[in-house]
């Protein structure tokens, strides 16, 4: 697939990234600046000489892709879908999002009750289907192409057929995808983020993940 990812430049979604173009898939880096998306391309290109990789800004790599994914910020969210939601209109949008305080071993309610994603999901209204992954996937070992992942990845959204793709992507990047129901969901997937930080700072580690037992 073509996959932009809309903030490649931080480690989420680079990591990510480095582990779609090793599978094969093409990869379009997006950054608020066109030379930024440039340079972590470069980047990637320089540890996958052989990969599909380009580098632009988050508008040009959403209107070129297939499906997007999401990985800014959470208080960036609102004003780069603003800006995206025109050349979005009719994908697939994966957010990896997981909105956290200044505290990020404290779990963080939104004042709207509700999850990043499903906020998200209002912003870009219902042309633009999504789906909520990898929070539960830090970025750390990413782009280290021979730690295995000891992590199950929770996909949220409202369509299974979209699930199914997202839970591929998973396999792509060597992990196991879980259709983990609605999108509402997300909000569990999402507040994991805090309680996996808060398990690695107490345990001096960097790759705590969960596990889903007895499917
Ligand atoms: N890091 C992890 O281990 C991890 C794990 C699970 C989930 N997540 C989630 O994944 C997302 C990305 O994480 P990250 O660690 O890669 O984040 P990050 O490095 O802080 O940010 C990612 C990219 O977002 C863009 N950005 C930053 N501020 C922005 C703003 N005000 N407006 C628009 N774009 C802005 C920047 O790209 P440009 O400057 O190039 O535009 C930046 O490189 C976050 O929502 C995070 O909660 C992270």
Known sequence: MKIAILGGTGDEGFGLGFRWASA????????????KGLQAAADLMQKLPDAKVTG??????????DLAVLSVPYWAQESTLASLKDVLDGKLLVTVVA?????KSRVWRLPSG?????EAQELVGENIRVVAAFQSIGAHHLT???FKI???V?????KGADKQLVMQLCEDAGMRG??????????????????????????????AGIRITGI
């Not at 632009?56 to 892709?65: K, V």
């Not at 909105?99 to 505290?103: D, H, I, R, Y």
């Not at 509700?114 to 499903?118: I, L, P, Q």
């Open 114 to 118: 509700k999850s990043a994603a499903e």
């Open 154 to 158: 929770l996909v949220c959204g409202d």
């Open 150 to 152: 000891d992590s199950d």
């Open 178 to 207: 879980v259709n983990a129901g609605a999108l509402q969901n997300a909000i569990v997937a999402e507040g994991m983020v805090s309680v996996l930080i808060a398990i690695n700072i107490i345990n001096k580690a960097k790759s």
């Open 24 to 35: 094969g898939h093409e990869i379009i880096i997006g950054s608020r600046k066109a030379e």
């Open 56 to 65: 632009t800004d988050n508008g040009t790599a959403a209107a070129a892709a």
């Open 99 to 103: 909105p956290t305080g200044e505290k």
């Open 144 to 146: 280290d192409p021979d």
